[in-house]
C-alpha cells in the first residue's frame, strides 16, 4: 500500500510517502514558480498541482492535515488564512478524482508544543527511514540530524517542521504515533 500524507501550506507543504508502513520520501513540496504574486485560487491550484506531480503509485491513499480554527481565546492569527489550506485538499481531491482522508491537527497531535512534537516523530523514524527525508535548503542543522534533544534554531525561517508534520500525519494514520497521555495522581 502506497500512502501519501500532506501537512498544507499555501507556499509550501510537507508531503510524505510511506509504502507498506515504512517511510519511502519526505519532502517539503514549493508551487510552480511564478505563482508567488498571484490570486489565492491560482496559488491554491498551484500548490495542489504541485503535490500532485510529486505523488506516483498505483491508487495511492492520501491523508492530509484539515485546518482547523479554534476557539478566540486560542486564536493565533486570522483564521481566514486556514481556508486556502482547506481548499488546497479540496482541489487535490480533484486532481486525483478520489477521496483524501482528512485528520484535524487535534487528532494527530494535540496541544502538544511543535518542537516537542518534532522530537517525538524523529524517535519514531529508524535510522533508514529518517535517511529518506530531504529537508529544504534553508532548515537548520538541528533538524537535519535525528538528534531529539536540540530544538530548531532557526524557528522563524526553518521550513523542516512542514515536512515533519507531513511524517507526524502518516505516522498517526499508520498507528505508529500514539498520543502519550499524562495522568497526575
Given at each position: 500500500m502506497i500512502l501519501y500524507s500532506i501537512d498544507?501550506?499555501?507556499?509550501?507543504?510537507?508531503?510524505?510517502?510511506?509504502?507498506?508502513?515504512?517511510?519511502?520520501?519526505?519532502?517539503?513540496?514549493?508551487?510552480?514558480?511564478?505563482?508567488?504574486?498571484?490570486?489565492?485560487?491560482?496559488?491554491?491550484?498551484?500548490?495542489?498541482s504541485s503535490l500532485h506531480l510529486g505523488m506516483s503509485g498505483m491508487d495511492p491513499t492520501v491523508v492530509i492535515e484539515r485546518p482547523q480554527v479554534y476557539r478566540e481565546v486560542h486564536l493565533k492569527g486570522d483564521p481566514n488564512d486556514l481556508l486556502p489550506?482547506?481548499?488546497?485538499?479540496?482541489?487535490?481531491?480533484?486532481?486525483?478524482?478520489?477521496?483524501?482522508?482528512?485528520?484535524?491537527?487535534?487528532?494527530?497531535?494535540?496541544?502538544?508544543?511543535?518542537?516537542?512534537?518534532?522530537?517525538?516523530?524523529?524517535?519514531?523514524?529508524?535510522?533508514?527511514?529518517?535517511?529518506k527525508v530531504v529537508h529544504p535548503e534553508n532548515s537548520c542543522l538541528t533538524c537535519r540530524t535525528?538528534?531529539?534533544?536540540?530544538?530548531?534554531?532557526?524557528?522563524?525561517s526553518c521550513v523542516s517542521h512542514n515536512t515533519y508534520d507531513a511524517i507526524g500525519v502518516g505516522l498517526h494514520f499508520l498507528g505508529r504515533l500514539e498520543r502519550r497521555r499524562v495522568i497526575c495522581r
Amino acid at each position: 500500500m502506497i500512502l501519501y500524507s500532506i501537512d498544507p501550506g499555501i507556499n509550501g507543504c510537507g508531503l510524505a510517502a510511506f509504502q507498506d508502513g515504512v517511510l519511502i520520501r519526505a519532502s517539503y513540496v514549493r508551487p510552480q514558480k511564478g505563482y508567488a504574486s498571484d490570486t489565492t485560487a491560482r496559488r491554491v491550484f498551484a500548490m495542489a498541482s504541485s503535490l500532485h506531480l510529486g505523488m506516483s503509485g498505483m491508487d495511492p491513499t492520501v491523508v492530509i492535515e484539515r485546518p482547523q480554527v479554534y476557539r478566540e481565546v486560542h486564536l493565533k492569527g486570522d483564521p481566514n488564512d486556514l481556508l486556502p489550506l482547506a481548499e488546497i485538499g479540496g482541489c487535490l481531491m480533484g486532481l486525483l478524482g478520489k477521496p483524501i482522508i482528512q485528520v484535524l491537527p487535534r487528532q494527530w497531535k494535540g496541544t502538544v508544543d511543535p518542537e516537542v512534537m518534532i522530537q517525538r516523530i524523529k524517535e519514531r523514524l529508524t535510522p533508514e527511514e529518517f535517511s529518506k527525508v530531504v529537508h529544504p535548503e534553508n532548515s537548520c542543522l538541528t533538524c537535519r540530524t535525528q538528534e531529539t534533544k536540540l530544538f530548531c534554531t532557526k524557528p522563524h525561517s526553518c521550513v523542516s517542521h512542514n515536512t515533519y508534520d507531513a511524517i507526524g500525519v502518516g505516522l498517526h494514520f499508520l498507528g505508529r504515533l500514539e498520543r502519550r497521555r499524562v495522568i497526575c495522581r
